[in-house]
Antibody, heavy 117, light 107 residues
Framework: QVQLQESGPGLVKPSETLSLNCTVS????????WGWIRQSPWKGLEWIGY???????KYNPSLKSRVIMSLDTSKNELSLKLSAVNTADTAVYYC???????????WGQGARVTVSS | DIQMTQSPSSLSASVGDRVTITCRAS??????LNWYQQKPGKAPKLLIY???SLQSGVSSRFSGSVSGTTVTLTISSLELEDFATYFC?????????FGQGTTLEIK
């Protein structure tokens, strides 16, 4: 059974860096595509990007200058860093597995992140 | 970016009804379209991928089709567990984009 669990601070100050981890069980992060998606009441579901072990990450151009995704194969985790956050980055952040780069079949339960001073 | 216009935004229906939800893409998406179901406080659940392929374990009440730039999700006979919000997502080109969602409510 594939399971994903996001973790990280629920509150981040404006201009700081949002950091989230996603722990994966039941699948290896060395295989498959791994992505991040966020959801907010004002923008709905927004694709942040995906990463695949042997390739370069693919990011949403609207966030590209601020996003870094990485994989830690020793911990079987993926991580997301979003720098210079502002209130518009307040959202629920989901990690997801893609059995191809086109389809995300397993999602984590989501991590709610609020950007506020 | 490809814009996905989903309609209706909300829909009231009864158990046993047949319902249809539509997404129109702003340009060709070649059938690279997924449908997700989301219940309050939960992550989206994959229902349909590649416009018409049923994800493993998903009820055959759900079906998808595509005609040009319009994709359709049909639920053949609503059950109580189907009342939720549904989203389409194009994965034809990055950035992948989602429709704004359709909330299916009990009449």
């Amino acid at each position: 059974q594939v399971q994903l669990q996001e973790s990280g601070p629920g509150l981040v100050k404006p201009s700081e860096t949002l950091s989230l981890n996603c722990t994966v069980s039941g699948a290896s992060v060395s295989s498959f595509y791994w992505g991040w998606i966020r959801q907010s009441p004002w923008k709905g579901l927004e694709w942040i990007g995906y990463i695949y072990n042997s390739g370069s990450p693919k990011y949403n151009p609207s966030l590209k200058s601020r996003v870094i995704m990485s994989l830690d194969t020793s911990k079987n985790e993926l991580s997301l860093k979003l720098s210079a956050v502002n209130t518009a980055d307040t959202a629920v952040y989901y990690c997801a597995r893609g059995y191809s780069r086109y389809v995300s079949d397993y999602w984590g339960q989501g991590a709610r992140v609020t950007v506020s001073s | 970016d490809i814009q996905m216009t989903q309609s209706p935004s909300s829909l009231s229906a009864s158990v046993g009804d047949r319902v249809t939800i539509t997404c129109r893409a702003s340009q060709t998406i070649g059938g690279y379209l997924n449908w997700y179901q989301q219940k309050p406080g939960k992550a989206p659940k994959l229902l349909i991928y590649a416009a018409s392929s049923l994800q493993s374990g998903v009820s055959s009440r759900f079906s998808g089709s595509v005609s040009g730039t319009t994709v359709t999700l049909t639920i053949s006979s609503l059950e109580l567990e189907d009342f939720a919000t549904y989203f389409c997502q194009q994965t034809y080109s990055t950035p992948y984009t989602f429709g704004q969602g359709t909330t299916l409510e009990i009449k």
